[in-house]
């Protein structure tokens, strides 16, 4: 009942009101009536009364609030805080613009790193999800290889399904236009062990995911039955390429020239983390009999598995470790062609396997937002407190008036909780820019890209955010005012009396300083670690590079030869193009992610009969490819098209010995490590499956002969230092590799050249994608992603950092000088040179600066520590990062001081004393 | 214009005793009030209107606009019945604590 009244109240507010007002008048009108029976002139009368009545605002106001609703009142509050600041807008908009930054910026941070560091993974009991990976001897994590599947499928129980992925990237063709897609190949476990069923159709079984006579160099009988071509799309590409067709179950598809069956569909929400990009997945179809020397041995497989009930990551990688002893027995022969068997496994959980790579960078950005947040609080708390400043008066007269302190504070706070909200609500606007830019700015392979956006979570998390700085930034002004002793503030005119508030804006004035300074040497350290690795020599030139990739199906070319005669007259054309300088193919692209490693056994280490063998990365060029990128000779001769002669490949397979053995450059630091000083021209190495076979007592594999020694090159990133390499004519190489990268370089501009290549290589064959078309420059930029996403956050909040700290430093400094008008006049009456008074206001300024900068520096000593994993060639320590952040904020806290003290040298000292 | 502190709740209870006798505007409550007690308590009228509306709410008193004898304009306030039982409910209590507190005051 009490409700519906205070319902009805609420609806007809104003009648209410209106009667309240009414009533009253009534009882003063009354009370005036008897005091003038009593004898009282009229007018004396009704002041009398009205002295017996007592503040009628306050009491109104008290029974308006014991018939409304609390928030009511809040509405009240906030209605007349909305007044305040539209009286005051220069004040309200520089506040809610910093606070929006703030909020903005924290919220999108939040929300990119909220998927990968904090959520759990989009599946069902995700925790129960891990990666396995083989332990190598030295302890770290190598790719297994379907052997360990087949292995450790059929003997471990700690698991509820277990299936291994591959990246694939089949051509579709039978549309418009040939397209190349991302893709997975999977056993057929793998959607049934992540939790999730298909939206349309159904997911694999295994009668699909069966050996179809494929991936082996040595060709065998097919036993039993072949496994099935059928695929399941994503739901995005199902309405991409096929419009959403609700038949498209059961439909053919043409993919590398082979038809696939589509049998499912997943569904919209499904997320694959394992490979985002991936739009469509086929069974793995590996071979269950493993035989040798086949893909079944190479560690390139990717393995997930679902925990079963109760069992823990480590009684998982107990049991796998025993399994893997017994494995190393039963499979010895193949693990051992294949680089040896594994001491054991590592389980890790999914989760953490995703996103610890990623895991610094963002720890150190999600700081780096933290304290720009926590600047721009510190910004408003100031810019509250000088405009508490200047509003003393009128707290005081609403005190006198009668406002409890309570609804003073109240009042306050409800300001503040406005302008936060307001911040916020802008700061929502910000945040989703934001995000934009961080999606756009994001380092390729950041994990879960794709749930990296504004939902109910960031949401719920920037209201929390903007609650709690509304309470932060409220509660020291609002305590100050609402504590304030009426008397003394009225009595005092608004110009002196600053002790204590000028105190507190002091203080926080220095921290603001030294945050800025912490953010600023993060930002420091992290251009300077970049300008570093951008100094390396990548051991090419990749100005005026373009590069692109052609992916040749598999089916249209075979024998190999076909292939390399095709990628030979596409660079015949290519070569036609005007403008073109030099162009090459090589199997793998420096500083693109590509990572191609063989196995090589050195004649001379042979002869010495230690054939522990040497990794290297193997490139599979075109004659042309090194004059391109111009990677220096260093020794012998480069390959040229006498390189091209069909040489002995795969004659310990096809029995076909003999031929001339293959021309190959080696790295400098390659042939150092393996030569020393000697002359490594005419060594002879036995390369990758030649080096296998050899092994597996096939002792007549064909050698390649040395015949260069060409610069070092920056292969996997800027950082990394590995770089034993060696370079053969894709002519000469086993296999004709289906995937080149081109490498252009031109006269002039080389993007300019884009369509004209793409149109040199079409006129070859029409049907071939040409995909990953970029600059060289773009590459290597591109390779410190991770980096370079973290230097451009902390170049931004440090920028802003630096600006608000100014403002702060000059906000203070400017209430400060006109709150001093007075004194400054007296000096100057008295004498004071205008440098003096110039030099008093600098230095009370720069000493909040230099506290500041000593107490930033501490504790920028301190926060580097998060990060060094990002920091490259420098000590987190760098001294010149140190000084010239010091030189930096010096200067522009010298130009913030020097505004006001230039205002304050002005002041004339007969007007400020004759204002007074 | 000084008023001895009034136990809590007590002026409720004397504006629903006052208002026992009938129908009443707030001014003639506080002068009824302020005339039977030989101006011991003084209503003021800033926690009268607040106790009215709180009444109201509870809906122990109805209010309505009337005339008075003037011809002017008032509200008026009714004693309801659930007033009434508060009243009654309250008074005992009230006789109840002040016998209580009067014990105490005398055998102390």
């Known amino acids: ?916 | 214009m000084s008023t001895p502190d009034l136990l809590p709740g007590t002026l409720d209870l004397l504006i629903l005793k006052t208002l026992a006798r009938g129908p009443l505007h707030g001014y003639a409550i506080a002068q009824i009030i302020k005339r039977t007690s030989d101006e011991v308590i003084i209503v003021e009228e800033g926690s009268l209107y607040p106790a009215l509306q709180r009444l109201w709410l509870r809906e122990w008193v109805k209010a309505e606009w009337r005339k008075t004898e003037t011809g002017r304009r008032a509200r008026f306030y009714t004693l309801t019945a659930k007033g009434r039982e508060q009243l009654a409910t309250e008074l005992s209590e009230y006789k109840l604590m002040i016998s209580a507190i009067g014990r105490v005051l005398q055998n102390a």
Not at chain 1, 96 to 114: E, P, Q
Not at chain 1, 391 to 416: D, H, K, P, V, Y
Not at chain 1, 690 to 701: E, I
Not at chain 1, 806 to 820: H, M, N, P, Q
């Open chain 1, 1 to 916: 009942m009490q409700l519906l009244k205070k319902i009805s109240v609420f609806i007809r507010r104003r009648k209410f009101e209106h009667e309240l007002q009414e009533e009253m008048a009534f009882h003063r009108d009354q009370a005036a009536g008897d005091h003038r029976e009593r004898g009282l002139e009229a007018a004396d009368s009704r002041s009398a009364a009205a002295r017996d009545f007592g503040n009628p605002t306050r009491m109104q106001e008290e029974s308006v609030e014991t018939v409304a609703f609390r928030w009511e009142t809040t509405w009240h509050d906030f209605r007349y805080a909305l007044r305040q600041l539209r009286q005051n807008p220069g004040f309200a908009a520089t506040a809610i613009v910093i606070l929006a930054l703030g909020i903005g910026a924290t919220t999108a941070i939040f929300s990119a790193v909220n998927p990968i560091l904090f959520a759990s993974l989009p599946y069902p009991h995700p925790r129960q999800i891990v990666s396995i990976y083989e332990r190598n001897n030295g302890g770290g994590p190598r790719m297994p290889n379907f052997a360990d599947y087949v292995g450790l499928n059929e003997r471990s129980r700690s698991f509820d399904a277990m299936a291994a992925t591959r990246g694939w990237q089949p051509t579709i063709t039978g549309g418009d236009q040939p397209e190349r897609l991302e893709g997975q190949r999977v056993s057929w476990p793998y959607f049934r062990m992540l939790g999730v069923a298909p939206f349309m159709g159904r997911d694999f079984e295994s009668a699909d995911d069966l050996w179809r006579g494929e991936g082996s160099i040595v060709d065998g009988p097919i036993k039993g039955s072949m496994g099935r071509n059928v695929v399941v799309l994503s739901y995005g590409f199902w309405r991409r390429r096929f419009a959403g067709d609700p038949n498209i179950i059961g439909q053919n598809i043409k993919l590398d020239e082979t038809e696939f069956t589509v049998i499912g569909v997943m569904p919209a929400s499904f997320e694959n983390v394992i490979a985002p990009e991936a739009e469509l997945w086929a069974p793995l179809q590996y071979n269950s009999a493993l035989p040798r020397a086949s893909r079944d041995w190479g560690h390139h497989l990717r393995f997930v598995a679902r925990l079963r009930g109760n069992i823990t990551k480590t009684q998982a990688a107990s049991e796998l470790d025993v399994i893997a002893r017994t494995l190393a027995q039963i499979y010895a022969p193949g693990y051992n062609e294949a680089g040896g068997p594994p001491s054991g496994y590592l389980v890790k959980s999914l989760q953490d396997d995703l996103t610890s790579s990623a895991r610094p960078a963002l720890l150190a950005v999600l700081s780096a937002v933290m304290l720009l947040l926590i600047i721009a609080c510190v910004n408003v708390t100031n810019l509250l407190l000088a405009r508490g400043a200047q509003r003393r008066t009128e707290f005081a007269m609403r005190a006198a008036l009668g406002a409890a302190r309570i609804r003073l504070l109240r009042q306050l706070m409800t300001e503040s909780l406005v302008l936060a909200l307001l911040g916020g609500a802008f700061g929502l606007v910000v945040a989703v820019v934001g995000v934009r830019a961080l999606i756009l700015l994001s380092p390729p392979g950041l994990p879960r890209l794709s749930a990296i956006r504004i939902d109910g979570i960031v949401f719920a998390f920037a209201l929390g955010v903007t609650a709690l700085i509304g309470m932060l930034i409220g509660i020291i002004p609002a305590l100050r005012a609402a504590s304030s002793d009426p008397h003394e503030s009225l009595q005092q005119s608004s110009s002196r009396a600053t002790g204590g508030r000028q105190w507190t804006r002091r203080v926080l004035v220095v921290a603001e300083v030294s945050l800025a300074m912490v953010l600023l040497v993060s930002a420091g350290l992290l251009v300077r670690s970049l300008q570093r690795l951008f100094s390396v020599d990548t051991g090419f030139d990749a100005g005026h590079l373009i590069t692109l990739r052609v992916q040749e199906s598999g089916l249209r070319y075979r024998p190999d030869d076909a292939r390399v005669r095709f990628f030979q007259e596409a660079l015949d054309r290519v070569r036609e193009v005007p403008g073109v300088e030099s162009a090459g193919f090589t199997s793998q692209l420096p500083l693109s992610g590509d990572q191609d490693v063989y196995g090589s056994l050195f004649e001379k280490d042979i002869a010495n009969g230690s054939l522990g063998g040497d990794a290297m990365f193997r490139y599979a060029v075109t004659p042309g490819y090194i004059e391109t990128m111009r990677i220096p000779l260093i020794h012998g001769r480069l390959l040229n098209e006498s390189d091209r002669a069909d040489v002995s490949r795969f004659c310990f397979l096809q029995q076909r010995c003999g031929a001339s053995p293959a021309s190959v450059l080696i790295s400098q630091s390659f042939a150092k490590r393996k030569f020393g000083s000697a002359d490594p021209i005419g060594q002879r190495i036995r390369l990758g499956p030649a080096a296998f076979a050899y092994l597996n007592d096939h002792t007549d594999t064909p050698w390649s002969t040395i015949v260069g020694v060409v610069g070092d090159v920056r292969q996997l990133s800027l950082a990394g230092t590995t770089s034993d390499a060696i370079y053969v004519a894709n002519a000469q190489w086993f296999w004709g590799d289906q995937e080149m990268a081109l490498v252009v370089r031109t006269h002039a501009d080389a993007e300019a050249l884009v369509p004209m290549l793409r149109k040199a290589i079409w006129s070859v064959d029409k049907d071939q994608p040409i995909v990953h078309i970029s600059t060289m420059e773009h590459l290597v930029a591109q390779s410190e992603a991770q980096r370079r996403f973290a230097m451009i956050i902390f170049e931004a909040f440090a920028l802003v950092a630096l600006v608000l700290a100014a403002t702060g430093i000059y906000g203070v400094l400017a209430g400060s000088v006109s709150e001093r008008t007075r004194e400054i006049g007296i000096r100057s009456a008295l004498g004071a040179t205008r440098s003096k008074i110039l030099n008093l206001v600098l230095r009370q300024g720069m000493a909040l600066a230099c506290i500041g900068v000593t107490l930033g520096l501490a504790g920028a000593l301190f926060a580097t520590r998060a990060l060094i994993t990002l920091l490259f060639g420098i000590s987190r320590l760098d001294p010149m990062t140190y000084a010239g952040v010091v030189i930096l904020l010096a200067a522009v806290s010298a130009i913030a001081c020097w505004l006001p003290a230039w205002r304050a040298a002005g002041i004339d000292p007969a007007i400020t004393l004759r204002a007074e």
